[in-house]
């Protein structure tokens, strides 16, 4: 089977939003659009000695749903996409297994996500949060409030900068080759985050601020390490790295305005309980105002 951007639809417009985001990078990958929808299969249930009719089942119906919802995704996506390669599939079985097994087959998931609820302030969707815990590959996670992170492709209006958040002490080659990559295809800077605290170390109860300069040091060196090897690999890719004190959450969210697409990274847990999502994603999550794209490494 060939390697799909793949979306998952369930009518809301948070995943229209993630239909449309997929269409376009399916175009900047040169891949088909794979759109699918999950429903739960159960047995229709018969009746043959009863003098009334049986009823239609509630899962014809919401098989019926289903179709109606990828039909209508499709057609927007050939009308804003003409050439665009789509293919539209019912998956039967509960959401997060169903759209587990889909993204095996494709090159990253796009899911919508609520992001900040105005109610709950953390309302992202159980269905979203689960899969984006348990997927092996790429998960891209959209908006539906006009946070896309694009522009037209044949507009002439610069796209934002792709951000990514590095964590020095577990820079992951996958997260790193997916910003760059992802920079390049849309001729876009790539502005590196990178979180740090500095060492607990006083003198007559203050800070040393030579020590803290030199740490300081220590880290931007580090960053231009780490990154030099991708430079040489993605010339045309324009890097801005900053290296921030404090945590990386707050900086990469203010760094997601105006931004093309965040990328981070989540580190595979073997624990069987537990949400698997790190702090700095968890921000992301709630108050990311661009795409967030969910890297997973060992």
């Given amino acids: 089977m060939p390697r799909t951007v793949t979306v998952g639809l369930d009518g809301s417009p948070e995943s229209l939003a993630a239909a449309d985001w997929a269409a376009r990078e399916a175009l900047l990958r040169d891949l088909p659009l ?17 003098v009334l009719t049986v009823p239609v089942p509630p899962t014809d119906r919401q098989r019926a749903g289903a179709r109606r919802v990828l039909d209508q995704a499709r057609e927007r996506a050939a009308l804003r996409h003409p050439g665009l390669r789509i293919d539209a599939d019912e998956i039967p079985g509960q959401p997060v297994p169903a759209l587990l097994k889909a993204a095996e087959d494709a090159e990253l998931l796009v899911l919508g996500s609520r992001g900040l609820s105005r109610v709950a302030g953390y309302l992202v969707g159980s269905v979203a949060l689960a899969v984006l815990a348990w997927s092996a590959g790429p998960v891209v996670l959209v908006r539906a409030d006009g946070c896309t992170g694009e ?148």
């Fill in 151 to 298: 522009v037209p492709l044949a507009g002439s209006a610069a796209p934002g900068d792709v951000v990514l958040g590095l964590d020095l002490h577990k820079p992951s080659d996958a997260l790193i080759e997916f910003a760059f990559d992802a920079a390049s295809r849309r001729a876009a800077n790539l502005r590196v985050v990178h979180g740090w605290t500095p060492p607990p170390y006083h003198y007559g109860g203050e800070l040393m601020p030579g020590l803290t300069a030199e740490t300081a040091e220590q880290v931007r060196h580090g960053l231009t390490d780490v990154l030099r090897p991708w430079q040489a690999k993605f010339p045309a890719v324009e890097v801005n790295a900053q290296a921030t004190v404090g945590g990386a959450g707050a900086h990469l969210v203010d760094a997601s305005r105006g931004a093309a697409l965040v990328v981070v990274g989540r580190q595979v847990r073997r624990a069987p309980l537990g949400t698997h999502i790190g702090p700095v994603t968890q921000a992301l999550l709630h108050h990311a105002a661009a795409p967030l794209a969910v890297i997973s490494h060992d």
């Fill in 34 to 50: 794979r759109l699918v929808n999950a429903w739960e299969w159960q047995p229709t249930a018969f009746a043959p000695t009863a």
